[in-house]
């Protein structure tokens, strides 16, 4: 049945192609009494050698895709499976209770979880408990006859469909196959589609229903620019999705011909269009789309791509490879920004009610827990910067005292460095981002301090409107061009100039087309967004006259009342 479902338009492009679920199957059974223990125990033989097999072929993908190092904790579920005193105990509690394989599976590795996770602070206790609950799983589905889905085996074209998406998740879709995604939940800036957007994978969130509106085998036509879902569409339907990929694809081979243009306004002023980056990885992107420079290194990625803490080498090599990579052009690290939407799981954080206002970013790395954490990082960056024009940026600041304590470990670390004779950059900018609204305020007092601000507006916005980034229900919340973000960014960026500094802006605001023309008007310096954006944004500045957009800026806030008004008044100057 034709069905069709709107969503947030999350990374733009167009795909039509077979869905697949990337939901968790159905799981339930019964405890049975069974005669024929023999045939039982066979069952469970039977489960055990085929989830082997499976999770060989697993790790033998993630070896060649992902590298040897993430590719061993299969192993440690190999090695769970191969267990024979695990597997001992449940053939035992087959025969001699004469339960089914599912039931005597569950008593036993419920058993083997509890134990573990009764040790409580010790971590690696903590992973066998995790190890043994994966494994216990595969083995049941295998029991039951069921499908557990795996994204890193997909090996033909497909939408994938989810109720929601990790940025880890996400990290493993490869996109030769993974033409597309759409999911339940989840918000414009929510990190699994600001991944989306650097991966090139159109994206639909917050469509509240896709899970529940499809099947396996489904056809999807999705379009990432519109929002648009349409579940088996009709040849004419499938046509039309296809005809509006093809004008897209035919817009970016025209943007791409500014790849190394210069970004200039109308009236020839230089605005600087940066990239936001994850991973060393992602430098290819920002080449291919003519960024100049870094506006934003999200240094979580780093230790979430890790089994455990990065040491202090690993850090080096990443960002002396971004650093040399970009060749003298700046790069903006941001100090790491666990916490949120963003897990790790070998540091352990409490669960939280509200994990957006909670222990996060910065505010873990002034911790006593993160203190180590923080310090190896900017030892790290402080090594690195003699390879480039490195900027430190830290993420979450809420107060002057916060600023002032993450300074001082830098300059900490720095004099230790010297005194070792190691050499480092006198050069570097130590900046903030203004993401929480009690620094936008106060940004006159924090410029005096900083040497440049970036604007991260994913949070700022979710923390202004108190309307939570994540959550498609309040996403019509999630207003950039309201008069009171406006006010706000008048305000950082005014204080920064007043001060003579730069300021920027990371958020994913710095590349949306509407509010471009608003942030040229108030002067901001700096542009930071998805590598992708960037070749459209140097073709609407292109056309776009700064004094008007000034002209444009000041009415916006001090003529509209509503978001509605101000993209009206945007879309009056620029069309
Ligand atoms: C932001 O909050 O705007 C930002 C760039 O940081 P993140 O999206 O990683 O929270
Ligand atoms: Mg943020």
């Given amino acids: 049945m034709v069905e069709m479902l709107k969503g947030i338009a999350a990374s733009d492009g167009v795909a039509v192609a077979k869905a697949y679920l990337l939901v968790q199957p ?68 087959i025969s001699d209770n004469k339960v089914n394989a599912e039931a005597a599976l569950k008593e036993v590795t419920d058993m083997y979880i509890g134990m573990f996770e009764a040790m409580d602070d010790n971590a690696y206790m903590q992973e066998r408990a995790a190890d043994i609950r994966d494994v216990a799983k595969r083995i049941l589905a295998h029991l039951l006859g069921v499908t557990l889905p795996n994204p890193s ?55 509240k229903e896709i899970t ?12 990432g620019i519109e929002g648009d879902v349409i579940v088996n569409p009709t040849d004419d339907q499938a046509a039309e999705f296809k005809k509006a990929g093809d004008a897209y694809a035919a817009q970016k081979a025209e943007w791409e011909k500014l790849k190394n243009a210069e970004t200039v306004t109308a009236d020839g002023k230089h605005f600087e269009l940066a990239a936001n980056i994850g991973t060393p990885k992602d430098l290819e992107g920002v080449h291919n789309n003519g960024g100049e420079g870094i506006g934003l290194y999200r240094t979580e990625f780093l230790y979430m791509d890790s089994p455990d803490f990065p040491t202090e080498e690993d850090q080096f090599v990443a960002y002396k490879a971004v650093l040399e990579g970009m060749a003298g052009k700046p790069v903006v690290v941001r100090t790491m920004d666990i916490g949120g939407d963003k897990e790790l799981p070998y540091l352990k954080l409490p ?37 480039g024009n490195l900027r430190i940026m830290f993420p979450m600041v809420a107060t002057i005292k916060e600023f002032r304590a993450a300074k001082q470990i830098f300059e900490e670390e720095k004099a230790k460095l010297v005194s070792e004779g190691v050499e480092v950059s006198n050069e570097i900018q130590v900046g903030i981002m203004i993401e929480i609204p009690a620094a936008a305020v106060i940004a006159d007092k924090f410029a005096k301090e900083v040497d440049f601000f970036s604007v991260g507006t994913n949070d700022l916005i979710q923390y202004t409107m108190a309307a939570d980034r994540m959550n498609e229900r309040v996403s019509y919340l999630y207003q950039p061009y309201n008069p009171s973000i406006l006010r706000l960014l008048k305000n950082v960026i005014d204080a920064a100039h007043a001060e003579g500094k730069w300021a920027g802006m990371c958020g994913e605001m710095a590349g949306d087309q509407t509010a471009v023309p608003l942030l040229m008007g108030l002067g901001l310096d700096e542009f930071s967004m998805s590598a992708t954006s960037i070749l459209k944004t140097r073709s609407l500045m292109k056309r776009l006259d700064t004094t008007k957009m000034t002209e444009l800026a000041n009415r916006a806030i001090d003529e509209c009342d509503t978001m509605e008004e101000v993209v009206a008044l945007v879309e009056e100057y620029t069309n």
């Fill in 212 to 223: 529940a509106k499809v099947k396996a085998g489904d056809i999807l036509a999705v379009n």
């Fill in 26 to 93: 159905d799981l339930s059974f019964s405890k049975t009494n069974v005669e024929d223990v023999a045939a039982e125990e066979a069952r469970l033989q039977v489960a055990l050698t085929t989830s082997t097999e499976e999770l060989q072929a697993i790790r033998e993908k993630a070896a060649q895709s992902l590298g040897e190092e993430e590719a061993q904790v299969f192993d440690a579920h190999l090695m769970v499976l191969s267990d024979p005193e695990m597997i001992g105990q449940i053939n035992q509690n």
């Fill in 153 to 207: 085996m997909i090996n033909e074209e497909v939408v994938v469909v989810a109720h929601d998406l990790t940025p880890s998740d996400t990290a493993q879709l490869d996109r030769n196959f993974v033409k597309a995604f759409v999911t339940d939940v989840g918000g414009r800036t929510s990190h699994s589609a600001i991944m989306a957007r650097s991966l090139e994978i159109p994206a639909i969130v917050g469509t």
């Fill in 351 to 387: 669960h939280e009610m509200n994990p957006f206002l909670g222990y996060r970013a910065l505010r873990i790395s002034l911790s006593e827990q993160g203190d180590d954490m923080f310090r190896t990082q900017m030892r790290a960056l402080l090594r690195a910067s003699v390879y």
